[in-house]
C-alpha cells in the first residue's frame, strides 16, 4: 500500500469513468430493445468504480464515495424490483404481471409486431425492473470488491 | 467458413483451459483465466448469445480478474503442491 | 454548481452520440431525449468530482475541441503511419537498439501530460515508462537510438518526432 | 464439418475442472477448478440451444426470424451471476483462512483443529 | 495414497461417461423446443419487448431472477460479515 | 464500387498490421520491445479493420438511408477510441510494472530510469 | 460482400493464436499480459467484424464492452507485479 499508479493512469481513469458509467446506463435503460439489460449494464457500472479503486489510493477514493451509499444503492435496488413485483397484487393481477404493457402510459406504447427498429417507450414493467436489477448489482458488485480491498489492509495491520 | 471460426477459438478455449492447470504461478494462472474469458464470449458471440456474452465480457474482463489478484495478494502466489 | 453542469452536458451529448439514428427529431426520437437528460443529471451528481477534479475549464473552449479533432485527423495520423512502418521494419529485419532516456516534456497541467505520453506511446517507436512527479519529465524507452546519441543527459520534447511537432499542438490544445 | 465438437470441448473443460478440484492441493487453484467447471457448464447450457441457421432471439433489425432457443440463454444469464457471486464469497474465505493458518495447503488446513 | 486412486478412479469413470454423452448429443439440432417457440412467436406481443430473452428473464420466469437477486444478497452480506470482524487485542469489535 | 476497393485495402492494411505486431511480439527479446511491437501495430491494424466497416455502413448508408448504419458507424468510432486509449494507457502501466519489478531491458545501451532512481 | 468480412474475421482469428504461442511460452509474468493485451485487442477487431457479417449490428455493444473494460484488468495485473496492490 505504498504510492498508486502514475500520473497519467489516474488522468485517463477520470476521463474514462464518465464514459463507462454513460455506456452502462445505456445498456441498463437498452435492455428491451438491444441486448444487454439490467445485470450486465449494472456490471458495467460496477466495474467503472472498481477502475477507481484500482487508479487511486482507497483513502481517495472512500473520500468521493461512502460505503454506506453502495449498501444503500443494493437495498434499494432489491425493495424496488420486489415492490415493481408487489404492486401487481393490490390492482388485481398475479405477482409478477406485466400490468404495464400496452396501457399507453410510462412504458406502455404499444409495440408492432415482427422486426421493428424498437422504441423505448415499449415494454411494461420490464425497463423498471432493468433499472431496478441495475442499480442493486452496481452496489453489490463495487461493495464486494470494496470490502476485499479493505481486507488486504486489516490482513496487514492484524499481524 | 464461420465453422473454421468457430473450430479455432474451441481449440483456443481448450489450449487455455489446459494452461490454467498447468500453471504453477498463480498470476499467470489468473492472467490465462483472462484470456479464457475472452475466448469464451467470442465462443458465446458465435452462437448467437449476445446477452451472454456481455455478461461473460463485463465480469471476466473486470471483476474477476480483480477479486483473483486480491486473493492472490493477500495469501501467496506460488502454488503449493 | 459548475462540474455538476459540465459533467451532466457532456455525458448527455456522449448518450445522445449512442443513439442516434433513433427518431425524428433531427436522428433522435423524444423519448431518447428525455432518457438523455434524466442521465446526464444522474452522472453528474455520481461524476462531478472526478471529471472536473482538476478544476480548470479552459478545454470547453470550442476553439480547442475543434482543433483536438483536427489535430486526430491530421498530424496524429501521419506519426502514426509513419511509427507502424518503422515499427515493421524493426520486426522484419530484428535490427534493434533499445535504450530509456529522460525527456523534459515541458506541460504544466496533468491533462497536457497524459495526451503527450499517450501520443508518445502510440507514435514514433518509443514508449513512455514512467513520469517524474515533481518535474513532470518523462522516461520513455526508445526502440531504435543511433549511435552517441546515449551520451546526452535529457532530450527536449521536440526532438523525437520527425515530421510534425506534436508538443506544439498539444500545447495549443490542452493549456 | 464440425459435428460434436463444441460438447467435445464442453466435456474436456469439465474434466479439467474435475482434475483440479480432485488432486490439486492448493486453495485457490481448486477455486480456480471450481470456476472451469461453471464455465464449462455454461458453455454446455448454450451450446444446447443452438440451431443452425438461426439468429439470437431479438426483434430488433434481424435479418431473418428463424431464432434460437432463449431460455437457456436466460438460465445462462443467472448461472453467471450466481457464479460471481459464490467466487467472491469463497476466495474472502480463503483469505480469512490464511490469515488464521498462515497456509492455503488443504492437508494443512484439514491438520489443524481450531 | 488410498484418496489419489479413488479421485483418479472416479475421474476416469466420470470422463468415460462425459465423452460418450458429449458425442452422442446432436449439435445444433434440438428436439424439445415446444417452449420456446412458444416464447419467440408471443413474447412480443404478451410483454411488448424486443429482446426475448430479457422478456423470459424478467416476465416470463422472474422468480428465477429473484432468486439470483437474493443469491447477490446473500454473497454480499457474507462477504461484508468476514471482512467486518477484526481482531485487535482479544475480543473481536466492529468496525 | 469505389467503396469496395476502399474497403478492401483498408481491410488488407489492417491485417497485414496485425500479423505484423503479433509477429514481433514472437520475435523481440524483452517485454518493452515486445509492448512497442503489440501496442503499436496492433492498435493500428485494429483501426484500419474497423475504419473498414465504417466505410462499409457509410456506403451503405448513402445507398438505402436506413438510420440503422448511422448507429454501426457511431458504435464502431467510439470503440476505436476506446481501444486507442485503453491500449496506450494500458501498455504505459505495463512497462512502469516490469521496470518496478526489477525486470530490466535485456539488451539496451542506456538507461536512465534506473539511473534516476525512481 | 460480406464474404470480405468473413475472410478478414477468419484471418483475425488465426492470428489470435500467435498471441497464445505467446502466452504459453512467455518466461516472465509481463510478457504473459502483453500477450493477454493482444488478444484483447484483435478480441475487438474481430467481434466487430463478425457483426457485421452475421447482419445484426446491434452486436457491436459488446465490442465497446470488452475495449472499454479490459482495461481494468490489466491495471490490476500491472498494480501487482509493481507491489503496489
Not at chain 1, 472512500?62 to 434499494?76: A, D, H, I, P, V
Not at chain 3, 491533462?111 to 513512455?128: D, F, N, R
Not at chain 7, 484471418?11 to 509481463?30: E, Q, S
Amino acid at each position: 500500500m505504498s504510492d498508486s499508479l502514475s500520473k497519467i493512469i489516474r488522468t485517463t481513469a477520470d476521463v474514462m469513468f464518465l464514459f463507462i458509467t454513460v455506456f452502462g446506463f445505456y445498456i441498463v435503460l437498452h435492455g428491451h430493445l438491444t441486448p444487454g439489460g439490467g445485470f450486465q449494464g449494472g456490471a458495467v457500472i460496477a466495474t467503472g468504480f472498481i477502475l477507481l479503486i484500482v487508479a487511486y489510493k482507497l483513502e481517495d477514493f472512500l473520500g468521493w464515495f461512502q460505503k454506506r451509499t453502495f449498501q444503500n444503492c443494493e437495498m434499494s435496488g432489491l425493495v424496488l424490483f420486489i415492490g415493481t413485483a408487489l404492486a401487481a397484487i393490490p390492482l388485481g393481477y398475479l405477482f409478477f404481471m406485466n400490468f404495464l404493457n400496452g396501457t399507453g402510459g410510462l412504458f406502455g406504447q404499444a409495440v408492432p409486431f415482427g422486426i421493428n427498429p424498437g422504441f423505448l417507450n415499449t415494454a411494461g414493467t420490464i425497463p423498471i425492473m432493468n433499472i431496478a436489477v441495475g442499480i442493486e448489482v452496481l452496489g453489490g458488485l463495487s461493495i464486494i470488491i470494496l470490502y476485499m480491498t479493505t481486507g488486504i489492509r486489516s490482513h496487514e495491520e492484524g499481524e | 467458413m464461420i465453422e473454421i471460426i468457430h473450430i479455432l477459438v474451441l481449440i483456443g478455449i481448450l489450449i487455455t483451459a489446459a494452461l490454467i492447470v498447468w500453471q504453477k504461478n498463480l498470476v499467470a494462472a489468473a492472467v490465462t483465466f483472462a484470456a479464457f474469458s475472452f475466448l469464451l464470449s467470442i465462443e458465446f458471440y458465435i452462437l448467437q448469445a449476445p446477452d451472454v456474452a456481455i455478461a461473460e465480457a463485463a465480469v471476466g474482463a473486470g471483476i474477476s480478474t480483480a477479486i483473483y489478484l486480491i486473493a492472490i495478494r493477500a495469501t501467496h502466489d506460488q502454488e503449493v503442491t | 454548481m459548475i462540474p455538476f453542469i459540465v459533467t451532466a452536458f457532456v455525458a448527455f451529448l456522449f448518450y445522445l452520440v449512442l443513439v442516434v439514428g433513433s427518431g425524428s427529431v433531427l436522428f433522435w426520437s423524444w423519448e431518447e431525449i428525455i432518457a438523455g437528460v434524466i442521465i446526464g443529471l444522474v452522472t453528474g451528481v455520481i461524476a462531478r468530482k472526478i471529471f472536473c477534479r482538476s478544476e480548470n475549464y479552459r478545454m470547453l473552449h470550442p476553439v480547442r475541441l475543434i482543433s483536438i479533432l483536427i489535430y486526430i485527423c491530421g498530424p496524429f495520423l501521419v506519426e502514426l503511419t509513419k511509427a507502424n512502418l518503422d515499427v515493421a521494419y524493426r520486426v522484419i529485419t530484428g535490427n534493434v537498439r533499445p535504450g530509456i532516456i529522460r525527456l523534459h516534456s515541458g506541460m504544466k497541467s496533468d491533462l497536457a501530460l497524459t495526451m503527450l505520453a499517450h501520443s508518445i506511446t502510440l507514435t514514433p517507436g518509443t514508449l513512455s515508462v514512467d513520469v517524474d512527479g515533481k518535474n513532470h519529465d518523462l522516461f520513455i524507452h526508445v526502440i531504435h537510438l543511433d549511435e552517441g546519441v546515449e551520451k546526452k543527459e535529457a532530450f527536449e520534447a521536440g526532438e523525437i518526432f520527425s515530421y510534425m511537432n506534436i508538443p506544439a499542438w498539444i500545447r495549443r490544445i490542452a493549456e | 464439418m464440425i459435428d460434436n465438437l463444441p460438447f467435445l470441448v464442453v466435456a474436456i473443460t469439465i474434466l479439467l475442472g474435475l482434475y483440479t478440484l480432485l488432486l490439486k492441493k492448493d486453495l485457490i487453484k481448486i477455486i480456480m477448478g471450481i470456476s472451469l467447471i461453471e464455465s464449462g457448464v455454461n458453455l454446455f447450457l448454450i451450446t444446447l440451444g443452438y440451431r443452425w441457421d438461426s439468429i439470437a432471439p431479438i426483434f430488433t433489425g434481424a435479418p431473418s426470424l428463424a431464432m434460437v432457443m432463449p431460455t437457456v440463454q436466460a438460465l445462462t444469464l443467472t448461472s453467471i451471476v450466481i457464479g460471481v457471486a459464490t467466487l467472491a464469497l469463497l476466495l474472502s474465505m480463503v483469505m480469512i483462512i490464511y490469515r488464521y493458518y498462515r497456509t492455503t495447503d488443504v492437508r494443512e488446513v484439514s491438520k489443524l483443529q481450531g | 495414497m488410498m484418496r489419489t486412486k479413488v479421485a483418479w478412479f472416479t475421474l476416469v469413470v466420470l470422463a468415460g461417461s462425459l465423452l460418450f454423452a458429449a458425442l452422442s448429443i446432436p449439435f445444433g439440432d434440438p428436439a424439445m423446443s415446444d417452449m420456446d417457440d412458444y416464447f419467440i412467436a408471443h413474447g412480443q406481443e404478451q410483454t411488448g419487448a424486443n429482446n426475448i430473452v430479457t422478456s423470459i428473464v424478467f416476465d416470463f420466469r422472474a422468480f428465477d431472477t429473484l432468486g439470483e437477486a437474493c443469491v447477490l444478497f446473500t454473497a454480499v452480506f457474507g462477504v461484508s460479515v468476514l471482512f467486518r470482524l477484526r481482531k485487535k487485542g482479544e475480543d473481536y469489535e466492529y468496525e | 464500387m469505389i467503396a469496395d476497393t476502399i474497403i478492401f485495402i483498408f481491410l488488407i492494411i489492417g491485417l497485414l498490421f496485425n500479423a505484423l505486431g503479433v509477429l514481433g511480439l514472437l520475435r523481440f527479446p524483452d517485454v518493452y520491445t515486445r509492448l512497442h511491437a503489440s501496442t503499436k501495430a496492433t492498435t493500428f491494424g485494429s483501426i484500419f479493420l474497423c475504419l473498414g466497416v465504417v466505410v462499409f455502413a457509410i456506403s451503405q448508408y448513402l445507398g438505402t438511408s436506413d438510420s440503422q448504419y448511422l448507429m454501426v458507424i457511431t458504435h464502431t468510432i467510439i470503440a476505436v477510441f476506446a481501444l486507442a486509449i485503453t491500449n496506450a494507457a494500458g501498455s504505459h502501466a505495463i512497462a512502469r510494472a516490469a521496470h518496478r519489478s526489477g525486470q530490466k531491458p535485456d539488451p539496451v545501451v542506456v538507461d536512465k530510469l534506473t539511473e534516476a532512481g525512481l | 460482400m460480406t464474404d470480405i468480412f468473413m475472410i478478414a474475421a477468419l484471418i483475425t482469428a488465426v492470428i489470435v493464436f500467435g498471441a497464445l504461442v505467446r502466452l504459453i511460452l512467455g518466461p516472465t509474468n509481463p510478457d504473459r499480459v502483453v500477450a493477454v493485451d493482444t488478444i484483447n485487442t484483435l478480441t475487438v477487431a474481430v467481434m466487430i467484424l463478425l457483426g457485421v457479417v452475421y447482419q445484426q449490428y446491434i452486436f457491436i455493444d459488446v465490442a465497446i464492452v470488452y475495449a472499454l473494460l479490459s482495461f481494468v484488468s490489466t491495471l490490476y495485473i500491472a498494480k501487482h507485479i509493481g507491489g503496489e496492490l
